[in-house]
């Protein structure tokens, strides 16, 4: 019978608007006499329209309804969907989404009858409701139709909602359980005298064992045999290998109803080369002497399910041990994470791209990172000890093991990639782990899942999305820092153990261990999630602290840092996911006091330590500094506000400065030491230098704003000098100035010389307020006519004064004279009026020379600390700063006007360009900036460790060994370094006295 025209346009539209892609052949088949009852019901098209591939439904109906038996059986099949909504939705779900399925039915046309029960037990089936349906199987084609007919159960109830994936994994894994048993039942059966000689265990690993299987996916199991009471083991094993074998080919075999799935025995002990069956004893035997590192990992999931499940639970019993000291092997998380990469490096090219398994962002990178967290840190707690991903990686976030929104995203992520697999399998029924290309596979995946606006595009939006998060947070968790330091501690160390907690720490090196003790008490004790934090983090930590000279000192700044940040989320989630942070903290804590105490005042730049938007622990520009400092400053009510706030930010960036030295210095796992130790020298001086250069030009500002407005009536500028001009300054150096101004058109010289004065007195004043931070002392002493001289003169008088007036060493101290806050056209204009005598046309005059070598003898003399050892100063001691600096500017002084390369305020640029010149042999030149690099870095090693400026090494034996952990000395070899350093001054005052002392003229 045909359609009406009209009717028929008027069904081809609603068939389109129901989600049909060939609504006529959809017509076709409506119009089939099968469906002639439900050809006018609206209900059906809705229905239709509600499943992931309405065309594929109605046919897979259509085929249904013809394959019936009798007139009877087509109109009780017809009349239970017109009455049955639930029947209905089941029906056409599956038809919809599984041809497998339909041709099951089509097969087998009954079967439809098992979606009819909508009982407590049929929501959710376990085991037992599995074994009752598949009771009457006797032999592998009535096993496998009573298979799918339990698949077919599953697969409505997962694809009506009424189960999520969680809840479809499990029923699949009882499936296959309920299976595994019926298939060694059906072989025992074929041969009960090797029944009567053993007992065999099945123990599902893998998928099963987690109870998350997917629909077609192998089934991974191992064997235990042993002997019956009486018989002969060899007999035994050999009897239980047999019926294994039979109860696999019984599963895997192709039969006229196709196959179940593989029975996979490969992760036995030597895979498929060793023994199919083992006794107990001998699985035991393998795992304690040969197994490697994967075969733990994949016992992690094991679970008696078949045969003898008291020999099953020995098994496990006996193996749980073993996999939950795994951790503790030599190299476990690189093993782990190496195994991770060569899977990832084995998909075909072609491949990797459409994988959902075993590609980057694909199910593996979560199942991989929750097993090894749970391996490293289920041997202490056993709450994490779960065989399913899911239910571990919940445990996890309950323990503080991975934070929060981590656990929650990965957990939406793995349920979306895990739907989007089973959608995919349960089609065809194929095991396949690729996302289809085309694009009626797609639609009809995308419409399984809900995506019904623009399934395809919708499809490969959310599937990017969740595969982007997991790549995100498997980097992150599966390669964290910590994970391989809390693997290497033994288990009682895991547990924090108070028994043997005090000799631990004496045996790591902490001089107080009762207070230690207390600390650890403190931060670790209670069942709070952050005290369940700390318990992660302490155990790595201590042994970090003990790598220092000081570990009390370490583990107490730690404390004084938790508790100021105790109530601040992102602090411990910070230390145990984010990358080296933890690692990083440990060190500078247990460094000295320096950073510490500057972290004490903004305990938040612990987040400089991580990875993410603190900006890590790269210096900040000269540019950005200053623009943050001025944004600080324009918000401020009055100048002292002003500086406390650019205050503010130089404490944070000296912290930054500091910890970068200290973590380059020191090394991490994921950082080794930094081997260059000038470049190390060069990023502190440039980025202290930088940080009071933008701290001046924002006080300099904050005063005209406060005084003038914007409108200042001279131009105004700071020369930096000495190791500030030469970007060299250290920790506690002060910062040697000079002040410049010009009078504006129009005004008044006078008038402009009291607004310089005011603006350079209002700047001192400033920057003198008492303050916990380090003191930013400013220094004019090198001004013409020194201390008695005026603080701030103009340009003109500057030209005057120089050209009348100055002395060799004005000459000599301009070298490091270098334009840093103020007018930048006032500064350059500058640095043209004194170019000419710093490098003279004609070079240096040999009185000249004269004079500059009784300065420094004089200053050798004179300016050495009483009491100080001469050969330890850094600075003014033989083969220290000052020789080394005396050397280069003298070359400077005599050649720069002929060599360009020796115009830097920069001591190792110079002593390169003069090399280069040829002016100083290489080895020479080597010597030089070996001993000045390594009193640089003694100065700020002294700095750092005690917080307070030195030029000598200490004496107190902490300090000095923490001196010497700076500067790459480990316990018990402070006096290597001594002689090191002595050794490096030696042969660096022997080239100064050459060069600079013209013993041999050059």
């Not at 700020?940 to 460790?945: S, T």
Request: hydrophobic content about 45%.
């Amino acid at each position: 019978m045909t359609a009406a025209p009209g009717r028929r346009s008027s069904t081809f539209t609603r068939l389109l608007r129901h989600g049909f892609t060939d609504a006529s052949a959809a017509e076709r088949l409506l119009d089939s006499p099968e469906l002639a009852p439900l050809r006018d019901d609206p209900v059906l098209l809705e229905a239709l329209g509600g499943t992931a591939d309405p065309d594929l439904a109605l046919l897979g109906l259509v085929r249904l309804l013809e394959a019936q038996r009798s007139p009877g059986a087509r109109r009780e099949l017809l009349d239970t969907l017109i009455a049955a909504k639930p029947l209905r939705d089941r029906l056409l779900g599956v038809l919809g989404a599984s041809t497998a399925l339909a041709d099951h039915l089509a097969r087998h046309p009954d079967d439809w009858q098992a979606l009819v029960m909508y009982e407590a037990y049929d929501l959710h089936p376990g085991v037992e409701e599995f074994e009752a349906g598949l009771a009457e199987a006797t032999d592998p084609v009535s096993l496998r139709v009573a298979y799918r007919r339990c698949l077919l159960s599953i697969a409505a109830r997962d694809v009506c909602g009424t189960t999520g994936l969680a809840e479809s994994a499990a029923e699949l894994a009882d499936l296959a359980t309920a299976t595994l048993r019926a298939a060694l039942k059906i072989a025992e059966g074929a041969a009960p005298e090797d029944a009567a000689l053993c007992r065999l265990a099945v123990i599902a690993m893998g998928k099963c064992g987690g109870h998350e299987l997917n629909y077609v996916s192998d089934v991974d199991v191992i064997f235990v045999g042993e002997a019956t009471e009486g018989a002969d083991e060899t007999q035994a094993v050999r009897a239980a290998t047999r019926l294994a074998s039979h109860m696999m080919r019984i599963c895997s075999e192709t039969t006229v109803e196709g196959s179940i799935w593989p029975v996979d025995a490969n992760l036995r002990p030597e895979g498929r080369n060793g023994p199919l069956v083992r006794t107990l004893s001998s699985h035991l035997a393998y795992y304690q002497r040969w197994a490697k590192t994967w075969e733990f990992q994949a016992l992690l999931k094991a679970r008696p399910v078949a045969g003898d499940l008291d020999l099953g639970a020995e098994y496990v019993a006996a193996v749980q041990p073993l996999v939950w000291k795994a951790a503790e092997r030599e190299n476990f998380v690189p093993d782990v994470q190496k195994m991770r990469r060569r899977v990832v490096e084995n998909i075909p090219v072609a491949e990797v791209d459409r994988q959902l398994k075993l590609g980057p962002g694909g199910l593996r990178d979560v199942e991989f990172a929750v097993q090894l967290l749970q391996l490293v840190h289920g041997r202490a707690d056993t709450s994490l000890r779960s065989g399913t991903t899911l239910d571990a990686l919940r445990a996890l976030a309950a323990g503080g093991y991975v934070g929060r929104a981590d656990a929650a995203q990965l957990d939406e992520a793995y349920r979306f990639l895990r739907s989007m697999e089973h959608r995919i399998q349960l089609f065809r029924l194929r095991r396949t782990h690729l996302v289809p290309e085309d694009e009626a596979e797609l639609r009809r995946i995308g419409r399984s899942l809900g995506l019904r606006a623009d399934p395809v595009a919708d499809l490969h939006r959310e599937w990017r999305r969740h595969a982007g998060v997991v790549r995100r947070l498997h980097e992150k968790l599966f390669y964290r820092p910590l994970l391989d330091a809390v693997a290497q501690l033994a288990t009682g160390e895991a547990r924090l153990s108070t028994e043997a907690a005090r000799e631990r720490m004496v045996a790591l090196g902490y001089a107080d261990p009762a207070s230690a003790l207390r600390h650890l008490e403190a931060l670790a004790s209670g069942v709070t999630r952050k005290a369940a934090i700390q318990r992660t983090l302490l155990p790595v930590l201590l042994g970090w602290f003990a790598d220092s000279a000081d570990p009390d000192a370490g583990l107490l700044n730690f404390r004084k840092v938790s508790d100021a940040l105790g109530k601040t989320p992102w602090y411990l989630r910070l230390l145990r996911d984010e990358g080296a942070a933890a690692q990083n903290l440990a060190r500078v804590l247990s460094a000295g006091r320096l950073a510490p105490d500057l972290l004490m005042r903004a305990p938040e730049a612990v987040a400089l330590l991580g990875d993410g938007d603190g900006g890590g622990l790269e210096p900040r520009s000269r540019a950005h500094l200053e623009q943050e400092i001025y944004a600080a400053v324009k918000r401020a009510d009055g100048g002292a506000q002003a500086v406390t706030a650019a205050r503010g930010v130089r404490r944070r960036e000296l912290f930054r400065t500091a910890a970068a030295d200290i973590v380059g210095s020191y090394g991490t796992e994921e950082q080794p030491a930094e081997a260059d130790q000038g470049a190390l020298v060069d990023r502190v001086g440039g980025a202290v230098s930088d940080l009071t250069a933008a701290t001046l030009a924002g006080t300099l500002r904050a005063v005209v704003r406060d005084g003038w407005g914007e409108d200042l009536p001279t131009r105004f500028a700071v020369i930096g000098m000495g190791r500030f001009g030469g970007h060299e300054l250290g920790y506690g150096s002060d910062a040697d100035v000079l002040f410049v101004h010009e009078p504006r058109d129009g005004v008044d010289e006078r008038e402009a010389s009291q607004a310089a004065n005011k603006v350079v007195s209002e700047m001192r004043r400033l920057l003198q307020i008492p303050s916990a931070d380090p003191p930013l002392l400013i220094d004019a002493d090198l001004r013409p006519e020194g201390k008695t001289g005026p603080l701030v003169r103009t340009l003109t008088s500057y030209a005057a004064y120089y050209r009348r007036w100055a002395l060799t060493w004005e000459s000599h101290a301009l070298l490091r004279a270098e334009p840093v806050a103020g007018d930048e056209g006032l500064g350059r204009r500058f640095i043209e009026l004194i170019d000419p005598l710093r490098y003279p046309a004609d070079g240096l005059a040999d009185e000249a020379v004269r004079e500059i070598r009784r300065l420094k003898a004089r200053m050798e003399s004179e300016r050495l600390p009483r009491g100080a050892d001469p050969k330890l100063h850094a600075k003014l001691g033989p083969g220290g700063l000052s020789d080394v600096e005396w050397t280069v500017q003298l070359m400077q002084l005599r050649h720069g006007s002929a060599e360009p390369g020796l115009r830097t305020t920069r001591t190792r640029e110079a002593l390169a360009a003069a090399r280069a010149a040829g002016l100083i042999t290489d080895e020479d030149a080597a010597t030089l900036d070996e001993a000045w690099v390594l009193a640089t870095r003694v100065r700020n090693a002294v700095m750092l460790v005690r917080g307070r400026a030195g030029d000598t090494f200490p004496t107190e034996p902490r300090e000095l060994a923490a001196v010497g952990r700076y500067l790459g000395y480990g316990p018990g070899h402070a006096g290597d370094m001594l002689d090191a350093y002595r050794r490096t001054a030696r042969r660096a005052r022997g080239v100064m006295e050459e060069l600079f002392y013209g013993i041999a003229e050059r």
